[in-house]
């Protein structure tokens, strides 16, 4: 059974930084494609970076320069280091294989003053 569990999320200022995990589990995780995503309030869900199994990473340009995903293979965890967090980073974030139909719960992140 697929799983994703995020963890990590909080409130923050703006210019803070989180540190977001998320414990991928039922799949072969140092062959997935792992991907962040976001929603904000009244927003659609969105991607936000991508980090490949041969170790390229992708981002949306709105996080570029500021967001870094990595992953561990040994422990099936991909993260998102965030910094210099800003207001429209508000959200519920999520992680999960490239495709995969399955959900976690996410992580609030709130970044407000």
Known sequence: ???F???GGGLVQPGGSLRLSCAGSGFSFNEAIMVWLRQGPGKAREWVATSAPGGA???TDSVKGRFTISRDNAKNTVYLQMNNLEIDDTGVY???EAGSTT????TQVTVSS
């Open 1 to 3: 059974q697929v799983q």
């Open 57 to 59: 990473t992708f981002y």
């Open 94 to 96: 999520y992680c999960q």
């Open 5 to 7: 569990v995020e963890s």
């Open 103 to 106: 959900w976690g719960q996410g």
